[in-house]
């Protein structure tokens, strides 16, 4: 796992995200399902944080146990986001909403702020 807490604003991300959604829309959900005899299914995706391509550079100090004898000192550069990271949650929204075009799905609007809290 990244040491995210040594990350600067700014020099090391630019901008963070976490996912909410209203219990309004998901009893709405859940009501319509029962009304109309959909059939409701979840998934989890364990690594799903790993798969976020990062925009930024980003180098990180070999974890301690992992480094080769007399090579201690070389960093290596991060291709995807790992948990940890500041942007991570970002980067894996953006690839799963970029998947699910490509599927035919959109993004529905945003909850309306009065009705969640």
């Given at each position: 796992m990244a040491k995210g807490y040594s990350q600067v604003k700014g020099i090391d991300y630019s901008e963070i995200f976490s996912p909410v959604i209203c219990y309004e829309s998901i009893h709405l959900m859940f009501t319509l399902a029962v009304l109309e005899n959909w059939y409701i299914t979840s998934l989890d995706i364990k690594t799903a944080f790993l798969y976020g391509k990062l925009n930024?550079?980003?180098?990180?100090?070999?974890?301690?146990?992992?480094?080769?004898?007399?090579?201690?000192?070389?960093?290596m550069y991060l291709l995807h986001a790992l948990y940890g990271l500041k942007q991570a949650t970002l980067q894996?929204?953006?690839?799963?909403k970029a998947f699910m075009k490509t599927m035919g799905f959109y993004q529905a609007?945003?909850?309306?702020?009065?009705l969640c809290y």
């Open positions: 930024e550079e980003i180098y990180m100090k070999q974890p301690e146990g992992f480094t080769t004898q007399g090579q201690g000192s070389k960093v894996w929204w953006r690839e799963l609007l945003m909850c309306c702020w009065s």
